[in-house]
């Protein structure tokens, strides 16, 4: 991503850049108010590195004494911790930042992270912010005043930060009809579409590759087509009151925020089903398996966001009477960049990691973490400058090559063509697929030191089916 005042050239030119680069904020305001309602369209300041201040932001536990239960939730989701947890915290100080200091390619990162993952830092010009333990503001994160003070984005189909904020007295908010003593509502639609998420969920890496496009994916999809919103899926509505001293409502929007994170969201969201000609099998003849994978649930890709890092697998095995079990090999299709969707142990990748890191005689590691061979992943590679795959996704220059995840409504066909071996236990056979996803390959979690459950496989879903043997 560019810095936002390389982004901002073009929006900022002319008088008005000028005027605003001269005058202080307030002014700005008041000479927008006078003559600037012609000069300029009416919609506040894109968001710009440093033009604010931390106290034009009040802190979540203020706004939570009166949204009890909006703080709650909010507090327990990522939007809170997006700066301050393990894998954040690391990539940002041990990779993206060095990075940002010797490639001068990347260097608009060094702010870039910060302006989605500790907004508060960004706006206030705190670049960049102190570690987590510093227990400085940016710890906040996704904060309520970020979301409920952006009034717009410059972009059509929002993407880098390109977020317009106003902090102040007013909120924005969906009612029309909301009263508060502690501040002033103003109905948003911008707050209220899936564009406002857009302004951090979709990512344009300084090589120019879309390294992350949730909302992309979204609008072209069913969801987007019939208006179900991201908001509708992940902050859905139930009857209650948002305030203590707020109205009884009948659809009060829950700030969930869950995503793969939470096993509950992420649980069941692909169905499995598994067919094969005959359920009767011998010793040694050969059987062919069929599985659908169909995303019924997911209003964008599964994976989606994070794509460089996240994989989902199909781990596929059978299992004899006598508890003996071997893993079947996915059959090949054949098209373009299949490789990098089948395990392979051998494979290592992730090189510029070790790089930027400095650790001598550093290969790479596992591209697949320790997965067994021969397992069908649905993921979409990332490649650096290099054409090595990568887990940096501002160092990534290309990943057109393969997009092998499952799309919204989306259904996969798999095969398995496995002989049956010779002394499998009479009885029965199960064959067991069970689909998996992780957030980061666990060889990648383990190089970083992040912990386990940064890492460890997630159970999807699961299907199975018995076979028997016939002697
Ligand atoms: C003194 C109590 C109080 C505090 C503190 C407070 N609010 Fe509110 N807020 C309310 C009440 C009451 C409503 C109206 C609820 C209703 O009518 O359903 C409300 C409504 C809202 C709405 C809905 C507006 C709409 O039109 O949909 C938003 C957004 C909001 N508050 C954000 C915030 C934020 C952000 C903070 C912290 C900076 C905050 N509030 C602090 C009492 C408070
Ligand atoms: C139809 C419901 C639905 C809609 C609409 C929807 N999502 Fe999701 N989303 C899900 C489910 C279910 C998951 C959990 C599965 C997963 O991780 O992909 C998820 C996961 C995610 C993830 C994590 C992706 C990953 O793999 O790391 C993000 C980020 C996300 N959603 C953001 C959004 C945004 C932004 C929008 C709107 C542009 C949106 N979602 C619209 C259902 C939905
Ligand atoms: C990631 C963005 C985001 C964050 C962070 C966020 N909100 Fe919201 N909030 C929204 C959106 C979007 C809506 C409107 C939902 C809709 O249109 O379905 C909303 C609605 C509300 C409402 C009105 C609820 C109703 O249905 O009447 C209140 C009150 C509110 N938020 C307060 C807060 C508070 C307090 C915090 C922090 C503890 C917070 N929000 C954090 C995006 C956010
Ligand atoms: C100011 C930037 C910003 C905005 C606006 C924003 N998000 Fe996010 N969101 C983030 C960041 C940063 C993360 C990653 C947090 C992490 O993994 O540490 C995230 C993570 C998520 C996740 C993944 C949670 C998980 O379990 O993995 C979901 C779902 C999500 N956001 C939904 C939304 C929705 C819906 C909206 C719009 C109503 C929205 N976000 C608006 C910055 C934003
Ligand atoms: C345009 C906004 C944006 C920018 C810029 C951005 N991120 Fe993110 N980041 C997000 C969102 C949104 C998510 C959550 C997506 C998901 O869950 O799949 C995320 C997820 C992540 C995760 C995964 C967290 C997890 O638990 O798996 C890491 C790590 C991360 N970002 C680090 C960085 C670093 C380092 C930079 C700078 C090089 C950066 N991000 C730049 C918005 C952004």
């Given amino acids: 991503m560019g810095t936002p005042n390389e982004r901002n050239g073009l929006v900022l030119q002319g ?19 006078l003559i600037g309602c012609i000069v300029l369209p009416l919609s506040s300041p894109a968001a710009e590195m440093g033009k604010l201040t931390y106290d034009d932001f009040k802190k979540p536990s203020k706004c939570g004494m009166c949204h009890r239960e909006i703080y709650q939730e909010w507090n327990q989701s990522l939007m809170s911790r997006s ?17 940002a200091l010797t490639l001068k390619k990347v260097a608009g990162v060094k702010a870039g992270c910060v302006a989605c993952h500790g907004p508060l830092a960004f706006l206030a010009g705190d670049i960049p912010p102190k570690p987590p333990e510093a227990g400085t503001r940016v710890n906040e994160g996704v904060s309520c005043e970020i979301c409920h003070t952006i009034t717009g984005s410059r972009e059509k189909d929002p993407f880098n930060f390109s977020y317009e904020i106003n902090p102040g007295r007013v909120k924005m908010g969906s009612r029309g009809d ?17 564009k406002l998420c857009a302004t951090c969920h979709d ?18 999809s069913i969801y987007g ?74 209003g964008h890709y599964i994976p989606s966001g994070s794509t460089e890092e996240r994989m989902l697998w199909l781990h596929v ?15 090949k299709k054949g098209f373009a960049g299949e490789e990098y969707t089948i395990s392979d142990s051998k494979a290592v990748a992730y090189q510029a990691m070790g790089e930027i890191m400095q650790v001598k005689g550093y290969r790479g590691v596992s591209r697949d973490g320790n997965i067994a061979d021969g397992v069908r992943i649905f993921r979409r590679p990332f ?33 398995y063509s496995w002989t049956v071996p010779e002394n499998v236990a009479a009885g029965s056979v199960t064959i067991t697929a069970a689909l998996y996803y992780s957030l980061v390959p666990s060889s990648v979690g383990e190089f970083m030191g992040l912990p386990s459950y940064a890492y460890e496989p997630r159970l999807v879903n699961s299907s199975s089916m018995v076979l028997r043997v016939t002697k």
Avoid at 84 to 89: A, G, P, R, Y
Avoid at 386 to 414: F, H, S
Wanted: hydrophobic share 35%.
């Fill in 317 to 331: 095995k059978a299992t004899d009477s006598k508890g003996h079990s071997c893993d079947l090999a996915v059959d």
């Fill in 203 to 220: 990512e344009q890496s300084p090589y120019g590759a879309w390294v992350k496009e949730t909302y992309r994916e979204w609008k072209a």
């Fill in 15 to 33: 008088g008005a850049g000028l005027f605003l680069c001269a005058m202080k904020r307030l002014v700005f305001f008041l000479g927008s108010f």
């Fill in 83 to 99: 700066f301050t947890h393990s894998w954040d915290d690391k990539e940002y100080f041990k990779l993206a930042l060095p990075h």
């Fill in 178 to 194: 909301a009263e508060s003593r502690f501040h002033k509502s103003r109905v948003s639609l911008f707050t209220q579409s899936a």
């Fill in 383 to 415: 490649f650096d400058p290099e054409g090595r795959m990568t887990i940096c996704q501002w160092y990534t220059a290309d990943n057109t090559k393969v997009d092998y995840r499952i799309g919204p409504q989306e259904t996969r066909l798999e095969s």
């Fill in 225 to 298: 087509e019939k208006g179900i919103r991201c908001q509708d899926c992940h902050m859905y509505r139930a009857p209650g009151k948002s305030a203590g001293s707020g109205k009884q409502r009948d659809d009060i929007a829950h700030h969930v925020f869950h995503g793969p994170h939470f096993r509950s969201k992420l649980t069941g969201s692909v169905d499995i089903a598994l067919y094969t000609k005959n359920r009767e099998v011998a010793p040694g003849s050969r059987v062919k398996i069929r599985i659908q994978l169909f995303n019924g649930k997911v």
